[in-house]
C-alpha cells in the first residue's frame, strides 16, 4: 500500500490531523432527507460516519468483483463519461475522493491526469493498488491545500458522506476557479417498466448477490442508502452556495446512474 500521505498531494498546511472526521452532524443534511433516512431506519451524525467506515472496510476485498457484477460492467462506462465531462486537459491535478479501490485512479492516470485518492475507510485503501498517492481523510475536512487541485471525481459516495453540504464547501474552497467536478451517483430511472425492473435488482438481487459474493449486511445497508440523496434542485443549490455554477445533472442508461457535473465559479 502507497504512504498515507504522499508528497504530490498539495496537503493543507493548517491541517493538523488527516485521520480523524470533522466530528460532521446532521446540520449539512437537509431536513427532509434527515426524515427519510429516519423512515428507512438509516442512522445519522457520528453514528452514519462510523457504519460506513467499517461497512467499506469489510467489502473492499470483493469490493471490484461484486461491482462489475451488480452492474453487468456497466460501471465502467459511466466512469468513462464521467471522466469526459470533466473536460480538463491532461496534465490537469484531479482528486478522486472516496477513491476505494482505484477505478477512477486508473482512468484518471490513463487520460494524462496529475491524480491522487483520498478515502475514509483503511480497508479499500489497502485495496487499492493503482500505485496513486493516497490519503485517509473525511469529505468534510479535506487535508489539501486552497485552489490547489483542477478537479474532483467522485464514484457513488455521495450518499454516504455525513455531511455532504460541508463536502460541498470543502470542493468550492480546494478547486481552483475554472476548476471542474464530475460526481457519480445511483439513481432510479424515470420510465416506468424500467424503474420498476431497477427497483426489483437494487433491492432484492443486488443484497443477494453482496450477500454471496461479499457481506449481506453491507449490501443491504447500500440500496437504502439512497434515502440520503438530496433531489436535483436540492444538489444545485448546494453546489452553488459552495461556489459552482453551470450545474448540471444527466442521467446515464436511461437513469441507472446519474451524472453531475460542475464549473468553480470564478476567473481561472
Not at 429516519?38 to 445519522?44: G, H, I, V
Request: with cysteine; glycine share 10%; aromatic share 6%.
Amino acid at each position: 500500500m502507497n504512504s498515507p500521505v504522499e508528497p504530490s498531494i498539495p496537503t493543507n498546511p493548517d491541517s493538523t490531523d488527516l485521520t480523524q472526521s470533522a466530528n460532521p452532524s446532521t446540520a449539512g443534511i437537509s431536513l427532509e432527507t434527515a426524515a427519510r433516512a429516519r423512515q428507512a431506519d438509516l442512522p445519522t451524525g457520528p453514528a452514519k460516519t462510523e457504519l460506513v467506515q467499517s461497512m467499506f472496510d469489510a467489502i473492499a476485498p470483493r469490493y471490484d468483483l461484486v461491482n462489475r457484477t451488480m452492474t453487468f460492467g456497466l460501471d465502467v462506462r459511466w466512469r468513462k463519461q464521467s471522466l469526459r465531462a470533466l473536460a480538463l486537459p491532461p496534465g490537469s491535478t484531479v482528486l478522486d475522493l472516496a477513491c476505494g479501490t482505484g477505478d477512477f485512479l486508473k482512468l484518471l492516470h490513463a487520460g494524462g491526469y496529475q491524480a491522487f485518492g483520498l478515502d475514509l475507510s483503511w480497508g479499500m485503501l489497502a485495496a487499492n493498488h493503482t500505485g496513486s498517492p493516497l490519503a485517509q481523510a473525511d469529505g468534510a475536512a479535506l487535508p489539501i491545500a486552497t485552489g490547489s487541485v483542477d478537479g474532483i471525481t467522485c464514484g457513488y459516495a455521495l450518499r454516504n458522506f455525513t455531511d455532504l453540504g460541508a463536502v460541498f464547501q470543502e470542493f468550492g474552497r480546494i478547486v481552483r476557479p475554472g476548476g471542474r467536478i464530475s460526481l457519480l451517483e445511483v439513481s432510479e430511472p424515470d420510465s416506468g417498466l424500467l424503474r420498476t425492473g431497477h427497483r426489483i435488482w437494487f433491492r432484492h438481487a443486488v443484497p443477494l448477490i453482496g450477500g454471496l459474493l461479499s457481506d449481506r449486511t453491507a449490501y443491504r445497508y447500500l440500496p437504502k442508502s439512497t434515502a440520503y440523496l438530496p433531489s436535483t434542485a436540492e444538489l444545485r443549490s448546494m453546489l452553488q452556495e459552495a461556489g459552482f455554477s453551470a450545474v448540471n445533472r444527466r442521467g446515464l442508461s436511461g437513469g441507472l446512474s446519474q451524472l453531475i457535473t460542475a464549473s468553480r465559479s470564478g476567473r481561472p
